[in-house]
Structure formats: C-alpha cells, structure tokens
C-alpha cells in the first residue's frame, strides 16, 4: 500500500474533540468492510465531521454508515473539505488501543440499500440460515494468489450442510 501524500496531518491520537476527519481506505474491500465501523469511535471522540475515500463500488454501501458525512470515490479527491487530520483505517485499532474487549461490535454496522435487498429477496432462498461466501478476491490485487481460492467448487464439501442455503 502507498501512503498518500496529503496536505493535512495525519492521525497520531491527537485530541479529535471539533475536528474535520478524512478515513483514507486502503487494502481490499473486506478490509473496508470490516474497519469502517471505527467512524463510531472518531464520532465518540469527538469529531465533527467525517469523509471517507473509497474505491467506487464501495461508495453506495458505506454512504449509509451512521456517522460518515461523506463517501468520496478514489479518483475524485481534490473534492475533499480541508479536514484536520487523516487515517488509514487498519491504523485506527491500534490508535485507539483496541483488544478484545473494546472492538467496536455495535451490530449491524453496515445495511442494504432497501431497494436493492428487495430486489435481491426474491433470489435467496426463503428458508435455512442464509450463508454468503466470498471465495475470490480482485484479480488486480498484487496479493490475489494468497487470498483467493482457484474456483468455488473447493467449497463443495459445504453444500452438504444440513440446513444452510448458500
């Protein structure tokens, strides 16, 4: 990853009581998925306004994050309000000295847009614990090869399970 070079500071645990917050995204979208729900500990801190950059496809998921004032697609970011500081969002754990005990957990984080979990409803199965898998990454990534399986069908032992629609 390449750290961006921004004209503001970067986040070293200042206090963040009134401050302007950019999240630069990094890594793969699980990674983003998985770190957005630190915008709730920059709220909890203090801060009065979060941006967040993004590769595109993510931009309509995390729009609906409860604290994030802005979503902006990677490409477009001399759009940006001049914050006070910035992060990667995997430098937000350890930033705000999380463990075990202290990961933000509020579930859920994240949500469908309405209309499209309509949409998608009638093409899930109606009964069973419903399981999603991501089994392949972007093709992209200079890492793919260690984090994507070859094909789904090395996941066919898990079709056997009583119960579980996939």
Known sequence: MNVPRLPFARWHGESLAGKRFLMWCEQGFGDQI???????LLRAAGVSQVELVCPPPLCSLLAGLDGVDRVIPFGTETTFSRP???????????????????????????????GLARRWAAQLPATGLRVGLAWKG???HANDGERSLPALTALAPLWQVAGVRF
């Open 34 to 40: 998985q770190f957005c729900r630190y915008v709730s």
């Open 138 to 140: 972007s093709p992209a």
């Open 84 to 114: 006070d500081y910035w992060a990667l969002p995997l430098d937000l754990p350890e930033l705000f000295g999380t463990t075990i005990a202290n990961i933000p957990a509020r579930l859920p984080y994240l949500s469908a847009d309405d």
